[in-house]
């Protein structure tokens, strides 16, 4: 099945611990994606990549790091989280960034973050 | 900077009613327009996209209009059910660039029986 996958699917951790999000697809797409998601806020971008070693930041980047070392994957790593990192998380992918087809992007199923 | 606005910011209507959801947007130079619903604790689903020579689109009981010329977009939902309870969101990409799209903040549409 084509899909995203994200995990943990819910994570409570103390401010300053490190951790990472895990994102997966197996679509072999081009295009991968971070968002986060608050309450009364639409999707804001937190990073995205277009390919292999290619990322950039989005609207949101502070306090947060990905990679692309190969194209599956795309983890978010939180250095030293802050309460106010608590939100709930997506990653998405698409074929390519303007994703004409009608699938349009691919989501996980998201991770609830909670920093303490 | 770009804004995609919807509303209302939620609703409720009794199964089988129909209703829409209104987007508007600022996003210039236009390129497309999505509609997804995402289900609580899921990720969004794309249900349509629309371009900028495109007036409505359909799949199934969802029906998009838009017109570009006021910058405006509308889902209906007709007959609902128990399912569609969910939040929509309007995404609009912009023509150039190709990592700019923007999310509206969804509207919250719950069903009841």
């Known amino acids: 099945e084509a899909q995203v996958t994200q995990n943990p699917r819910y994570l409570i951790t103390v401010t300053g611990k490190k951790l990472t999000v895990t994102c997966s697809q197996n679509?072999?797409?081009?295009?991968m994606s971070w968002y986060r998601q608050d309450p009364g806020l639409g999707l804001r971008q937190i990073y995205y990549?277009?390919?292999?070693?290619?990322?950039d930041k989005g609207d949101v980047p502070e306090g947060y790091k990905v990679s692309r070392k190969e194209k599956r994957n795309f983890p978010l790593i939180l250095e030293s989280p802050s309460p106010n990192q608590t939100s709930l998380y997506f990653c998405a992918s698409s074929p390519t960034p303007r994703s004409w087809g009608t699938q349009g992007y691919t989501f996980g199923s998201g991770t609830r973050l909670t920093v303490v | 900077k770009n804004q995609v606005e919807q509303s209302p910011q939620s609703l409720i209507i009794l199964e089988g009613k129909n209703c829409t959801l209104q987007?508007?947007?600022?996003?210039?130079?236009?390129?497309?327009l999505r509609w997804y619903k995402q289900d609580t604790g899921r990720g969004p689903v794309s249900l349509t996209i629309?371009?900028?020579?495109?007036n409505t689109k359909s799949n199934g009981r969802y029906t998009a209009t838009l017109d570009a010329d006021t910058k405006q977009s509308s889902l209906h939902i007709t007959a609902s059910q128990l399912s569609d309870s969910a939040s929509y969101i309007c995404?609009?990409?912009?023509?150039?660039?190709?990592?700019?799209?923007?999310f509206g903040a969804g509207t919250r549409l719950t069903v009841k029986p």
């Open positions: 995404v609009v990409s912009d023509l150039y660039n190709n990592n700019d799209m923007r």
């Open positions: 990549s277009m390919n292999v070693e290619v990322t």
């Open positions: 629309m371009t900028f020579s495109e």
């Open positions: 679509m072999n797409h081009e295009y």
């Open positions: 987007c508007n947007y600022t996003v210039s130079p236009f390129s497309n």
